[in-house]
T-cell receptor
Framework: ETGVTQTPRHLVMGMTNKKSLKCEQH?????MYWYKQSAKKPLELMFV???????ENNSVPSRFSPECPNSSHLFLHLHTLQPEDSALYLC?????????????FGSGTRLTVV | GENVEQHPSTLSVQEGDSAVIKCTYS??????FPWYKQELGKRPQLIID?????GEKKDQRIAVTLNKTAKHFSLHITETQPEDSAVYFC???????????????FGKGTKLSVKP
C-alpha cells in the first residue's frame, strides 16, 4: 500500500442503486482528488478538495456527489448512474503547499454499472 | 485550461533498446511535469518529475527533458527491460486552478511493450 486506500476495489451496481466509494490517506496530505479512468481515455479530473474545501468540479454530472469530511477522507456518492459511467475511479492525494508535487494514487475502484 | 498531448499511443521496442515518449502542453505558465507508470491492474506511480527551472533530470535509466519555449517534454528510458512494459502517463499543471498546487492534467498514455 502506498498510503492511499480505496474501498471497495470492485463494485457492480444497477442504474437505480445508491453506493459510495471511499478513499483514505494518512500521508499528511491536504489535497485530495477524484479521477476517472476509462478505456482509451486519459485520466479525467473530476473533483478537487483542498483542506476539506471543494475547489474544483470539472463539469461532472450531479449523479456523482463528492464529500470530504476531513483532510484524510474522501467519498464519492453515486446514484442513478449510467452504463457509460463504468470505469476505474482513482483517488489521489498530495501536498498543496508551495511548489506542486506528485500525486499518490490509490488502487482504484473498478465500477461496473449494469 | 491546460491541454496535454502525448505520443505515441503505443510503442514496442526490443529489450536493451531505448524508448522515447513525448508530450506537449498548452499552459505556458505550467511549472511542474511528472511522469507516471501504470502497470496492468495497478495504480499509477510517479517515476520521475521535472520542474520548469531545469531542462533535464536523470534517475538511473530514466531521464526527462523539458523545452519550455516549445512547450514540450519527453521521457527517455535507456536499456529497456521487460519490466518496463506498462502504460506511461505524462502530466502538466493547470495553473488556471486557484490553489497553489494546481491540478494535474494527464496525457492519454503510452502503452510501452518491451520484447525480450
Amino acid at each position: 500500500e502506498t498510503g492511499v486506500t480505496q474501498t471497495p476495489r470492485h463494485l457492480v451496481m444497477g442504474m437505480t442503486n445508491k453506493k459510495s466509494l471511499k478513499c483514505e490517506q494518512h500521508l499528511g496530505h491536504n489535497a485530495m482528488y477524484w479521477y476517472k479512468q476509462s478505456a482509451k481515455k486519459p485520466l479525467e479530473l473530476m473533483f478537487v478538495y483542498n483542506f476539506k474545501e471543494q475547489t474544483e468540479n470539472n463539469s461532472v454530472p450531479s449523479r456523482f456527489s463528492p464529500e470530504c469530511p476531513n483532510s484524510s477522507h474522501l467519498f464519492l456518492h453515486l446514484h442513478t448512474l449510467q452504463p457509460e459511467d463504468s470505469a476505474l475511479y482513482l483517488c489521489a492525494s498530495s501536498y498543496d503547499e508551495g511548489l506542486p508535487g506528485g500525486y499518490t494514487f490509490g488502487s482504484g475502484t473498478r465500477l461496473t454499472v449494469v | 485550461g491546460e491541454n496535454v498531448e502525448q505520443h505515441p499511443s503505443t510503442l514496442s521496442v526490443q529489450e536493451g533498446d531505448s524508448a522515447v515518449i513525448k508530450c506537449t502542453y498548452s499552459d505556458s505558465a505550467s511549472n511542474y511535469f511528472p511522469w507516471y507508470k501504470q502497470e496492468l491492474g495497478k495504480r499509477p506511480q510517479l517515476i520521475i518529475d521535472i520542474r520548469s527551472n531545469v531542462g533535464e533530470k536523470k534517475d538511473q535509466r530514466i531521464a526527462v527533458t523539458l523545452n519550455k519555449t516549445a512547450k514540450h517534454f519527453s521521457l527517455h528510458i535507456t536499456e529497456t527491460q521487460p519490466e518496463d512494459s506498462a502504460v506511461y502517463f505524462c502530466a502538466a499543471v493547470d495553473t488556471n486552478y486557484g490553489g497553489s498546487q494546481g491540478n494535474l492534467i494527464f496525457g492519454k498514455g503510452t502503452k510501452l511493450s518491451v520484447k525480450p
